[in-house]
């Protein structure tokens, strides 16, 4: 069984650039989750894909999209970047987006620096 | 969302048992309890999850009172490679969610 696998795992942008995040879902899975977790602090939502479609989304400014394919793999996209956009970005996959209380499998992150 | 309150930090020595207790009031009866624990420059790994009463797996214990309004992990025998962050959350299956700063657990010799 593959686990979550994210990439880049480190980059680094200027402020005002785009930078696009990829992960590959476990083996299964039919969720993604984004979340992004500044130095220090815990996990924020960001949103999730279910199925192709997006399934949710937390506080988070619009120039914060994403993508899920066929093959469930997932793309965030961040555009105009910020300074406090640098943090560790995380993809989480899991089994069912709709209902029940799913297990998260996290991937080992991207670790985002805006210059 | 039910906010949870977690200590800060946790200090202990290997072989020793670590509790670490969660506090969520505002619990709702669809809501579920899980933690995480989180090592640095990794995501985060789930440990265990219940309802009420006790779960037990290979890694941990979950202790949950009759009205929900806490929970309780259990790390029995602690060694130096359970030093990492653990995070309690309560949801109900809608991970719309953001965990809390969660606890640094610290296991020394």
């Known amino acids: 069984e593959t686990g979550v696998t994210q990439s880049p795992t480190h980059l680094i942008k200027t402020r005002g650039q785009q930078v696009t995040l990829r992960c590959s879902s476990q083996s299964g899975h039919n969720t993604v989750s984004w979340y992004q977790q500044a130095l220090g602090q815990g996990p924020q939502f960001i949103f999730q894909y279910y199925r192709e479609e997006e399934n949710g989304r937390g506080n988070f400014p619009p120039r914060f999209s994403g993508l899920q394919f066929p093959n469930y793999s997932s793309e965030l996209n961040v555009n105009a970047l910020e300074l406090d956009d640098s943090a560790l970005y995380l993809c989480?996959?899991?089994?069912?987006?709709?209902?029940?209380?799913?297990?998260?499998?996290f991937g080992p992150g991207t670790r985002l620096l805006v210059l | 969302l039910a906010k949870t309150t977690q200590p800060i930090s946790m200090d202990s020595y290997e072989g020793q048992e670590v509790n670490i207790t969660c506090s969520h009031n505002?619990?709702?009866?669809?809501?579920?309890i899980t933690w995480y624990q989180q090592f640095p420059s990794q995501g985060p790994r789930f440990i265990i999850q219940?309802?009420?009463t006790k779960v037990t797996n290979e890694v941990a214990s979950l202790f949950i009172p009759a009205d929900r309004k806490s929970s309780t992990l259990s790390l029995p025998r602690v060694s130096l490679s359970d030093t990492a962050v653990y995070y309690c959350l309560v949801a109900a299956g809608d991970y719309k969610l953001s965990f809390g700063a969660g606890t640094t657990v610290t296991v020394r010799a």
């Open positions: 219940g309802y009420k």
């Open positions: 505002n619990i709702a009866t669809n809501d579920y």
């Open positions: 989480a996959s899991s089994e069912e987006g709709l209902a029940g209380i799913e297990t998260q499998y």
